[in-house]
């Protein structure tokens, strides 16, 4: 399974972002999609995840409220809306893909593939 992750950009503070993940090949085995952030200095840390069917959605506390992951199935294709962004929401955000579906999905460990990454930036 390859990743594409993109949307990332600079915004002020009170904006939004909607971040894109373009999964491609065997996508058939994926269970769930997540993604992740990690801010320099910092560990990859658990943003949100939904399964691949959408019957499913999680989100850190951090950014629940601000925060709406969503899927494409027919584009296999995964969105995270982000709006009321904050200065400590920069960081480096990235997607994954969990084929294995054995635990809670917060974790980076339980994730198989990963995108490359795309860059959030706010300014206050």
């Known amino acids: 399974v390859q990743l594409q992750a993109s949307g990332g950009g600079l915004v002020q503070a009170g904006g939004s972002l909607r971040l894109s993940c373009a999964a491609s090949g065997r996508t058939s085995s994926v269970n769930r999609m997540g993604w992740f952030r990690q801010a320099p200095g910092k560990e990859r840390e658990f943003v949100a995840f939904?399964?691949?069917?959408?019957?499913?959605?999680s989100y850190a506390d951090s950014v629940k409220g601000r925060v709406t992951i969503s899927r494409d199935n027919a584009k296999n294709t995964v969105y995270l809306q982000m709006n009321s962004l904050k200065p400590e929401d920069t960081a480096v955000y990235y997607c994954?893909?969990?084929?294995?579906?054995?635990?809670w999905g917060r974790g980076p460990h339980e994730y198989d593939y990963w995108g490359q990454g795309t860059q959030v930036t706010v300014s206050s």
């Open positions: 994954a893909a969990d084929r294995r579906f054995a635990g």
């Open positions: 939904i399964t691949w069917s959408g019957s499913s959605t």
